[in-house]
């Protein structure tokens, strides 16, 4: 599998589907997505459509405060230690990036327990040339971020936090983390990025095996609420849950899950 940072192949599936992948309409807000400088290749209309994608008791457990525009950004060629050495991976010079698909669309920042951020960046017109793609980028990202913000309180200080699931069923967040993981990781991954956290792939920390989870559980939230997802087995890009039905049916129970306390 090609490297989980370089998006060739995903910008590729997205120009090659522009017309099947539908995003949601546009909404015009009054609690509309608070955005700090200014979007180039997507529009808060399109963010508040994504965001009603999410169950309203997803949104109440999110930390999401606003989005911060970010410039053109790369990951650096030896990004991969970068990380494991606890060094910034990244670059705003193209000449410095690891090849020039190696884009950073998207971050999720946690200013506080409280509030966080997600960063969204602009995508270099060189790397991806169709305007429609690179919006179907950033909504992919804003989508993945925003999952980040829900599942934080329940990766760091689950014990605390109480969630009532539609059956009645009353889990900790850390045990609904948990739960998704134990199930996940029988499966291969759900998505080319995701895979570079699973075991025996480059970004895997088997110090931190919840950052697997999480982002295993960001690509797959991702995967349901848009209805596709750039994976390897190409039976599975529109139809993401074919072989695991037993996450469809839990992604679908954490997202409505109510937060008790």
């Known amino acids: 599998m090609a490297n989980a940072f370089d998006m060739n192949g995903t910008?590729?599936?997205?120009?090659?589907?522009?017309?099947?992948?539908?995003?949601?309409c546009r909404k015009a807000e009054k609690n509309?997505?608070?955005?700090?400088?200014?979007?180039?290749?997507?529009e808060?209309?399109?963010?508040?459509?994504?965001?009603?994608?999410?169950?309203?008791?997803?949104?109440?457990?999110s930390v999401f405060e606003y989005v911060v525009a970010k410039p053109e950004t790369w990951f650096l060629p030896d990004a991969e230690s970068r990380i494991r050495g606890g060094k910034n991976p990244v670059t705003t010079a193209s000449g410095e990036a690891m090849s020039q698909?190696?884009?950073?669309?998207?971050?999720?920042?946690?200013?506080?327990?409280?509030?966080?951020?997600?960063?969204?960046?602009d995508i270099p017109k060189e790397a991806v040339r169709d305007s429609r793609v690179r919006e179907i980028i950033l909504s992919e990202?804003?989508?993945h971020e925003l999952a980040?913000?829900?599942?934080?309180?329940?990766?760091?200080?689950?014990?605390?936090?109480k969630l009532r699931f539609p059956n009645g069923?009353?889990?900790?967040?850390?045990?609904?983390?948990?739960?998704?993981?134990?199930?996940?990781?029988?499966?291969?991954?759900?998505?080319?990025?995701?895979s570079g956290y699973f075991p025996g792939r480059i970004l895997f920390d088997s110090?931190?095996?919840?950052?697997?989870?999480?982002?295993?559980?960001?690509?797959?939230?991702?995967?349901?609420?848009?209805?596709?997802?750039?994976?390897?087995s190409e039976s599975r890009r529109f139809s993401p849950f074919a072989d695991r039905p037993e996450i469809l049916a839990f992604v679908k129970d954490y997202l409505n899950a109510k937060l008790i306390f």
Not at 12 to 17: A, D, R, V
Not at 32 to 42: F, M, P, Q, W, Y
Not at 107 to 121: R, T
């Open 11 to 24: 910008i590729e599936f997205y120009s090659n589907n522009i017309d099947r992948i539908r995003l949601p």
């Open 32 to 42: 509309s997505v608070k955005v700090k400088g200014e979007l180039r290749d997507i």
């Open 44 to 61: 808060v209309d399109r963010l508040n459509a994504l965001r009603a994608l999410y169950p309203s008791n997803s949104l109440e457990r």
């Open 101 to 121: 698909t190696s884009i950073v669309p998207s971050y999720f920042n946690p200013v506080s327990w409280e509030n966080g951020e997600i960063w969204l960046f």
């Open 141 to 143: 990202g804003f989508i």
């Open 148 to 161: 980040h913000s829900i599942n934080f309180i329940s990766r760091y200080k689950g014990d605390g936090q």
């Open 169 to 194: 069923k009353i889990l900790t967040g850390k045990e609904a983390f948990e739960s998704f993981g134990e199930i996940a990781l029988k499966h291969e991954p759900m998505s080319h990025y995701s």
């Open 207 to 232: 110090a931190s095996p919840d950052r697997t989870i999480d982002e295993e559980l960001c690509e797959t939230i991702a995967a349901y609420l848009l209805g596709f997802s750039y994976t390897p």
